[in-house]
């Protein structure tokens, strides 16, 4: 098994274990199950922002602990500080390092949209993710069918949350894009040797139907990086490790925001 399947088979049992423990009808009496959720795609749209979706990760299957011990509370309110457009909250515990809890506290000091970030196979995990505060979830085209996805994607929009659909291939854009996702992300990391290369998304993006707003994840070390993925065609950047190596990941973030926002600033007026 790659690393990829022993995630998933992983993450079977820890759904079906949180089945038994907290049921779907308690899911839905927590405070944050009826709260109103923040369009995603508006504010990666919004031009006052970066486009920028600001990662908390402690760790990877691929770097192990990246930054074990900060605190969620003044990352995330650091990242929206520093013009970010969204939230990305990793909540899987064994390969990332996350939590429910990480989501709960992002979403209590934070107006902005917030993903959940997880391998997400289940309808009871899209529950989840409305019942502790989430504005959007990230579904993975690589361990789902279509049906399977625009199944996820239905409960989602009828909890009135976002579809951030991941593809890592023209294969993938192929098979999985469709009307039930909002936004389409691509992703540049090998999710079965967690190698980055960021021609993946600058070869795939013209791929993608223009209804979508398109998202460029994973590899993006450089506010230049980021320039070329706009100038490639997307709206936004997901960005997680870039941060969190930094012992302070709020203030990379907000040095990388302003260096992006001045090389955009610079890019319109050549182009003007």
Do not use: W
């Not at 902005?112 to 997400?120: E, H, L, Q, V």
């Amino acid at each position: 098994m790659n690393t990829l399947d022993k995630i998933v088979a992983y993450k079977r049992d820890e759904v079906n274990e949180a089945k038994k423990l907290y049921p779907i009808e308690l899911l839905k009496q927590k405070t944050y199950f009826n709260a109103r959720p923040v369009s995603l795609s508006a504010y990666v749209k919004n031009e006052d922002k970066t486009g920028i979706i600001a990662e908390i990760k402690r760790k990877s299957p691929s770097e192990g602990f990246i930054n074990q011990h900060i605190s969620v509370e003044e990352v995330s309110i650091g990242y929206m500080q520093a013009s970010s457009s969204a939230l990305s909250v990793l909540t899987d515990g064994p390969s990332f390092g996350g939590s429910l809890k990480d989501l709960e506290t992002a979403r209590k000091f934070n107006y902005c949209p917030i993903i959940r970030k997880d391998f997400m196979l289940d309808a009871y995990q899209v529950y989840e993710a409305k019942a502790h505060g989430a504005d959007a979830i990230l579904l993975i085209a690589s361990i789902l069918s279509r049906s399977e996805a625009e199944e996820l994607a239905g409960l989602a929009r009828e909890l009135g949350m976002e579809v951030l659909l991941e593809v890592h291939n023209q294969q993938e854009i192929d098979s999985h894009v469709g009307e039930y996702a909002d936004l389409v992300g691509v992703n540049s990391r090998d999710l079965k040797t967690f190698s980055t290369n960021l021609e993946t998304a600058t070869a795939l993006v013209k791929q993608i139907p223009a209804s979508y707003v398109k998202i460029a994840e994973s590899g993006i070390k450089t506010p230049e990086d980021a320039l070329n993925l706009k100038n490639a065609g997307f709206d936004g950047f997901l960005i997680g490790t870039t941060f969190m190596r930094s012992a302070r990941p709020e203030k990379t973030c907000q040095k990388f925001s302003a260096q992006l926002k001045f090389l955009m600033k610079q890019n319109a007026t050549g182009k003007a």
